[in-house]
Nanobody
Framework: QVQLVESGGGLVQAGGSLRLSCAAS????????WGWYRQAPGKQRELVAE???????NYADSVKGRFTISRDSAKNTVYLQMISLKPEDTYVYYC??????????????????WGQGTQVTVSS
């Protein structure tokens, strides 16, 4: 019904920058929340940054002042600008969205979707 496609990951030196993008497509009525998460092998996925349903932003303490979440509602796309990257920012990054999906005439369903993940590697 809805697909989230991420891009922008890669290898960067410490102190460098990357911008991740996540584009949603499909039978979208509206996107309620957006989030960026990250996960290391064998670890739980953790929240990095999010847009709440009220339009506010939240950030993990470890990324405050370095990462910025933004969105383009017309394009159903969310971004994560990352600066001053550190080796400890090395993770697979996932985007997440809660979406009202059109499933029929005047019928919608609220579902949660995840992107496929994109690797960010920061070398020291």
């Amino acid at each position: 019904q809805v697909q989230l496609v991420e891009s922008g990951g890669g290898l960067v030196q410490a102190g460098g920058s990357l911008r991740l993008s996540c584009a949603a497509s499909g039978s979208i009525f509206s996107i309620i929340t957006w989030g960026w998460y990250r996960q290391a092998p064998g670890k739980q996925r953790e929240l990095v940054a999010e847009f709440t349903s009220g339009g506010n932003t939240n950030y993990a303490d470890s990324v405050k002042g370095r990462f910025t979440i933004s969105r383009d509602s017309a394009k159903n796309t969310v971004y994560l600008q990352m600066i001053s990257l550190k080796p400890e920012d090395t993770y697979v990054y996932y985007c997440n969205a809660r979406v009202w999906v059109n499933i029929g005439v005047s019928t919608r369903s609220l579902n949660v979707y995840w992107g496929q993940g994109t690797q960010v590697t920061v070398s020291s």
